[in-house]
Structure formats: structure tokens, C-alpha cells
């Protein structure tokens, strides 16, 4: 016995897991290529979630996910007494000492594994049909050049005594540890060459040395809960990684509210609607929780998840304002609204004065045109000076209405102009004004989650 947990107040650690097949694999009739296990051996725990490639030519990943699973558990289960027998829980706690003994684990769980996929190949020979679905490696997979490749499959386990909890990896995927204090790490090292759609593998010609691990001295930190997920978690959430964090403690609260084993069996709708919303893939998740200290940090997992949304929130209003902003766009059109509004208002002011200088002299030629002039002699010489004046007016007329003809059309130019303006200003208007708009409600909205996040922050 490895005599596990063995104090009164010791941590009670539940163990949960859940696999479910992507929504994309179902739309396109492919089987889930994930596989999740967990398994409870003398009072010690152990999980996995193992992701297998969706590469064509990784033909078989569905069949190197489970096996990863079972070999994992089943080396971890041996590891562990190994270790409770020989008293190796200090070695697991010194820097110099452990690598040797996780090189050992490492090496055995991988070459166990492709002892398991060469066997199971030798059982169930390629066939035609999938030779044609490996287009590129058919030909090296039908010479039996690294034939392990057809499995590829990423893995994440976990071994909890009462002493430790060590966790190893290979490819992607992330591993989350609540510590102690409610606070959620990722403490497996990460390979930088996990980039996108890539990642290292179980079948790799290195992939004893791809393996990370890292070992937790319960002592120190008695964890509260640790899940590992296959990457269609993350890809979910490509924000950022602390919306994956939110989601886990969704998870860790979902348990404390009806039991793990409860939690557990509603997990599969859960995770298919992620997958259906999010990243289409296969989604596995595996882990434990204990419930009673857990619950202590379920308003600390409130608060952090209410800060998490606003700054996406946050994080995605500050993309749009500078996508906004980008490429000089939005000043562009401010500049040419603001030029044009200018031509406009001088436009219009031109033409109205124009019109205005011809309704004018309009008034007077037609006032003058009306007048008659009387033929009498007989009239008071100072009538007749004043009939003299209106003849003279009148003789006037042909040269104003010259000039009324001349202003006329410049009171036609300038409406040509104007009408030119309004035309632009319409056209401009409708490209700018709901962008500035939009720009300014960004910039009133991005005010008032800052004011928010402050608010949360400073509690």
C-alpha cells in the first residue's frame, strides 16, 4: 500500500475525466482522435489526456491516444511504488536527482508505446484505403520507414500521491494547477516548438527528450486541483490563455456546487458545446479536485473570472479601435471631411450671395422696364427733368442687364460648385460619419471597462 491521504484533515482528492468528439469531426464523420483516463491504484490517483494528430497520414492517432493513455497510467502506477518502496520521494525533490529518474519513466512509457503500435500494426496490416488517406507518407508507411508516425498522438499525465504530484507532457495541449492558494499555473515547461497546427509527438524520433515534467512537493503546496486538457480547450478561447483559466474554474465551481461525479457527467454537454462554439476539435479533459478547499476560493475563482471578461473585453476593443486606426484610414477621411465641409460652407456662402446680387438687379430692371415716360410738353420743367432722369435710366438698362447676364452666370458656376460640394460631402459623410461614430463609442466603451477593471482591481 502506498498509504495515500492518510491524516484527517488531509486533502480529498476527486478524480474526474471526459472526452468528447469534436464537432467538426462529426460534421466530416471522423473518429475522435482524443482519449482521457483516470484511474485510482492504493490511494494514489492518475489521469491523462492524450490528443491524437488530425494529419492524414497520422491515419491511426485515434488507436495512439488511447494507447498513450494506458501505457502512461500504467507506468505512473509502477513509478509510484517504486518510489513508495525504495523511499525515492526525496530524489523526486532534488534538482540533480530527478532527471535521472524521470529519464527512466519517460523512456518507458515511450518505448512502450511504440512496442504497442508496432504490435498492433502487425495485428491489423495497412490497408489499401489508407495507404491513399496517407498520400504523402503512403509509400514509406507500405516500406515500413517509421511506421509509428500512422499513431502520432500528443500526451499529458499526472500522478498524485499524498506526497507529490508529478506531471509530464509531450506536444501541446496545457496542464492547469490550482495551488494552495487558489491561483492558476501552468507549470510544465513549454516547447517552443508547439507552434499553431504544430507540435512535437510520441512518435518523433526524439520524443524522449520533447518530454517535459515538473514535480510538486504537496508539503509546500497542497494543490487544490490540476486539469489537463488536449488543446481543443485553448484553441476555444484564442484571446488568451486566462480565458482558459476561466473556463477550468468554471469547472473546479460546477464541482463544489454538485459533486465531482455529477459535474462529471453533465462535462460531456459542456465540452461538445465548447467544441460546437469553439474550436471545432476533439476537447478531453482529466484531473481532480478537492472539493472542500476549493470551495474556500469559489468567490477569488468569481472575482478573477469576472476580471478575465472585462479585460478580453478590453482587449478586444482596443483591436477594433486600432484596426480602426490602422492603415491612417479614419484621419484620412476626417481630413478630407474636414476640407471638404470647408469647400462646402464657401461654396454655399458664394452661391447665395450671387443669388442674392441677382434677385436684386432683377428687381431694378424690371422696376425701370415698367416706368412710363409721358410725351407732354406741358408739363412743370422740373417733371421734365425728372422725366429726362427716367429716360436716361432706361437708355441704362441694356448695359444692366448685360451685367445681370454676366453675374447670372456666375451665380450658375457657383452653384455647379456647390451642388459638386453637396455631392462630395454626401458621399464622404456616408463613409466617415458612422465610422466616427463607431470610433467614438469604441473610445467611450474602452473609458468605461478601464473605469470597471480599475473599480474590480482595487477591491
Not at 119 to 142: C, Q
Not at 202 to 219: F, G, K, M, T, W
Not at 407 to 431: G, I, N, P
Request: charged letters at 30%; a negative charge.
Amino acid at each position: 500500500m502506498l498509504g495515500i491521504f492518510k491524516k484527517a484533515d488531509a486533502p480529498q482528492y476527486e478524480l474526474f475525466c471526459c472526452s468528447v468528439r469534436g464537432s467538426s469531426h462529426i460534421r466530416k464523420d471522423i473518429p475522435c482522435e482524443d482519449f482521457g483516463i483516470k484511474k485510482s491504484i492504493d490511494g494514489a490517483k492518475i489521469f491523462a489526456s492524450a490528443d491524437g494528430h488530425g494529419d492524414p497520414n497520422c491515419l491511426r492517432s485515434n488507436i495512439g491516444s488511447e494507447y498513450a493513455c494506458r501505457i502512461a497510467c500504467e507506468s505512473l502506477e509502477n513509478f509510484a511504488r517504486n518510489v513508495a518502496e525504495n523511499g525515492f520521494e526525496s530524489r523526486l525533490f532534488d534538482r540533480l536527482e530527478c532527471p535521472a529518474l524521470m529519464d527512466r519513466l519517460i523512456r518507458s512509457i515511450i518505448a512502450k508505446w511504440t512496442s504497442e503500435v508496432d504490435a498492433e500494426l502487425s495485428r491489423n496490416p495497412i490497408t489499401d484505403e489508407e495507404y491513399a488517406t496517407a498520400s504523402r507518407l503512403g509509400d514509406e508507411f507500405r516500406r515500413g520507414i517509421r511506421t509509428e508516425r500512422m499513431y502520432g498522438t500528443t500526451l499529458i499525465a499526472g500522478l498524485l500521491t499524498d506526497k507529490y504530484l508529478l506531471l509530464i507532457q509531450q506536444g501541446d495541449g496545457r496542464c492547469v494547477v490550482f495551488d494552495a492558494d487558489g491561483r492558476a499555473t501552468q507549470p510544465i515547461p513549454w516547447d517552443d516548438r508547439c507552434v499553431g497546427t504544430a507540435t512535437t509527438s510520441l512518435c518523433d524520433p526524439d520524443a524522449a527528450r520533447s518530454v517535459r515534467y515538473h514535480v510538486i512537493n504537496l508539503e509546500e503546496n497542497p494543490v487544490i486541483a490540476c486539469i489537463a486538457g488536449t488543446d481543443g480547450v485553448e484553441d476555444s478561447f484564442p484571446t488568451s490563455m486566462e480565458k482558459t483559466h476561466a473556463y477550468y474554474r468554471n469547472i473546479l465551481a460546477e464541482a463544489c456546487a454538485m459533486g465531482v461525479e455529477a459535474m462529471e457527467q453533465t462535462l460531456a454537454n459542456d465540452l461538445s458545446e465548447l467544441s460546437k462554439q469553439g474550436s471545432a476539435d476533439d476537447v478531453t479533459v482529466s484531473g481532480f479536485v478537492d472539493v472542500k478547499r476549493t470551495k474556500k476560493f469559489l468567490a477569488d475563482f468569481e472575482k478573477a473570472n469576472e476580471l478575465v471578461n472585462i479585460r478580453d473585453e478590453l482587449a478586444l476593443v482596443n483591436n477594433r479601435i486600432k484596426s480602426m486606426e490602422s492603415g491612417g484610414m479614419l484621419e484620412h477621411l476626417a481630413k478630407t471631411y474636414d476640407g471638404l465641409a470647408l469647400f462646402y460652407r464657401t461654396s454655399e456662402e458664394k452661391y447665395r450671395e450671387l443669388d442674392e446680387k441677382c434677385r436684386e438687379l432683377e428687381e431694378k430692371i424690371a422696376a425701370h422696364e415698367q416706368a412710363e415716360v409721358p410725351e407732354s410738353d406741358k408739363l412743370p420743367s422740373e417733371v421734365k427733368e425728372l422725366l429726362s432722369k427716367l429716360r436716361f435710366t432706361k437708355d441704362m438698362l441694356a448695359p444692366a442687364k448685360k451685367d445681370l447676364e454676366s453675374l447670372t452666370a456666375q451665380r450658375d458656376e457657383a452653384k455647379t460648385a456647390y451642388d459638386e460640394a453637396s455631392a462630395q460631402m454626401k458621399s464622404v459623410e456616408e463613409r466617415y460619419l458612422p465610422r466616427k461614430e463607431k470610433y467614438e463609442a469604441l473610445l467611450a466603451q474602452k473609458s468605461e471597462i478601464i473605469d470597471k477593471l480599475s473599480e474590480l482591481e482595487s477591491e
